[in-house]
Structure formats: C-alpha cells, structure tokens
Nanobody
Framework: QVQLVESGGGLVQTGGSLRLSCTAS????????MGWFRQAPGKEREFVAG????????IYTDSVKGRFAVSRDNAKNTVLLQMNSLRPEDTAVYYCAATRTARNGAYSPVNLVEYPYWGQGTQVTVSS
C-alpha cells in the first residue's frame, strides 16, 4: 500500500517562501509520476505541479509558473515543491499524489483521476 506523507506547510507573509516535502513508502516510487494539488475552502481540488518518474517532465499550472519548482529524489523517495513569491491566493491545503507505475519516463498527468494515491495534506496560509 502506497503511503504519502507531506510536511512543510505553515503560515507565511505575502512574498515569502515555503518548501513542501512528500515522502513515499510502500510502492515503487522510482516508477511513479508525482503531483502536487491544492484545495482552497469552497473550491475544487486543482493541479499545481507534476513531475515524471525520470524527472524529465516537470509541469505547472499557469498561476505558479516562475514561482514554484517541483523536484524529486528517487533515492530518498521524496518529492519537493519549492514555493517562492507566495500570494494570498496560494492559501490552500496542499496534497501530494502518486500515479500507478508508469513505463513512460515523461508521463506527468495533470488530471487528478490519474492519481490513485494521496497524502493527508498540509496547510499553507499566506497572509496579506
């Protein structure tokens, strides 16, 4: 059973930075694409960033391009989300998610239905 545990959330002022970390266990992390999603109160869960198992593909939703960076360390079963220049609209619960094992090293989906494994989430609050 794949387990994902996020950490690194917190309260930060506008313009500040946070780094989220997600550690995986129980699966084949080195063969799974990873994604970060977020959900604000009253809104649907949305894609933020994703990275293929090889690291060749890293994709972002438009609103975070140039501010967020996703990376992974397959030796440590860890995926990171570095968030800079944070804005109040980035406030949400952030979730780490994993796909099933993929052959394509460039596979990095944006649709949440492609991710059957989810962490419990970590709160990010950006004050104005």
């Amino acid at each position: 059973q794949v387990q994902l545990v996020e950490s690194g959330g917190g309260l930060v002022q506008t313009g500040g930075s946070l780094r989220l970390s997600c550690t995986a266990s129980g699966g084949t992390f080195g063969s799974q694409a990873m994604g970060w999603f977020r959900q604000a109160p009253g809104k649907e869960r949305e894609f933020v960033a994703g990275i293929s198992w090889s690291g060749i593909t890293a994709i972002y939703t438009d609103s975070v391009k140039g501010r967020f960076a996703v990376s992974r360390d397959n030796a440590k079963n860890t995926v990171l989300l570095q968030m800079n220049s944070l804005r109040p609209e980035d406030t949400a619960v952030y979730y780490c998610a994993a796909t099933r094992t993929a052959r394509n090293g460039a596979y990095s989906p944006v649709n949440l239905v492609e991710y059957p494994y989810w962490g419990q989430g970590t709160q990010v609050t950006v004050s104005s």
